[in-house]
C-alpha cells in the first residue's frame, strides 16, 4: 500500500443544498503529513478532478524550476498556507495543515508538485498567496 500525501481541495458550491451548520473544533483539524511510497521516494496525490488538466496544459513545466527555487517558495507558501489554516480564513478551500519540513530533501517531482498546488487553488479559486508569482500560475 502506498504511503502519499493527499491534500483535498474543496470549493463549497452555490448550488449545494445543505449548509454545514456545526463548526470544526480544534480537535477536527487535519494535518497533512508528507510520506514516502514504496519506492522510497517522496509522493504526492490530490484529489481534484481538475489539477491533472491544470499540470499538464496550464501549469509551467518541471523543467523551468530549479529544486531550491520550489523549496524555497514552498517553504513560504506552506507557512502562508498553515496561517490562513490557523485562522480559519479561506475555510471553504483550505481544510487542512501542511506538515513540510524544509531541511528534508523531498525531490524536485514533490517540490513541483507541491507548488503547483499553491499555483493551483491560486488558478481555480482566485487565492493570492504572497509566496507565488503571478506568471506561475499559467504556461508561457
Excluded at 502506498?2 to 445543505?18: D, G, H
Excluded at 519506492?39 to 523543467?63: M, R, S, Y
Aim: proline share 4%; with cysteine.
Amino acid at each position: 500500500m502506498k504511503n502519499v500525501i493527499i491534500i483535498l481541495i474543496i470549493a463549497l458550491l452555490p448550488f449545494s443544498c445543505t449548509a454545514q451548520t456545526d463548526p470544526k473544533n480544534d480537535k477536527d483539524k487535519s494535518e497533512i503529513k508528507p510520506s514516502k511510497n514504496e519506492d522510497g521516494e517522496w509522493d504526492l496525490t490530490v484529489i481534484d478532478t481538475q489539477f491533472d488538466c491544470f499540470l499538464n496544459a496550464i501549469a509551467k513545466p518541471i523543467n523551468q524550476y530549479s529544486e531550491s527555487y520550489l523549496k524555497n517558495r514552498n517553504t513560504i507558501l506552506v507557512t502562508e498556507w498553515n496561517s490562513y489554516y490557523s485562522s480559519g480564513r479561506y475555510r471553504n478551500i483550505i481544510e487542512s495543515s501542511i506538515n513540510y519540513d524544509p531541511k528534508e530533501n523531498y525531490g524536485l517531482k514533490f517540490e513541483y508538485k507541491l507548488y503547483q498546488v499553491f499555483a493551483y487553488v491560486n488558478w481555480k479559486y482566485g487565492l493570492r498567496m504572497s509566496g507565488l508569482s503571478g506568471s506561475d500560475t499559467t504556461r508561457y
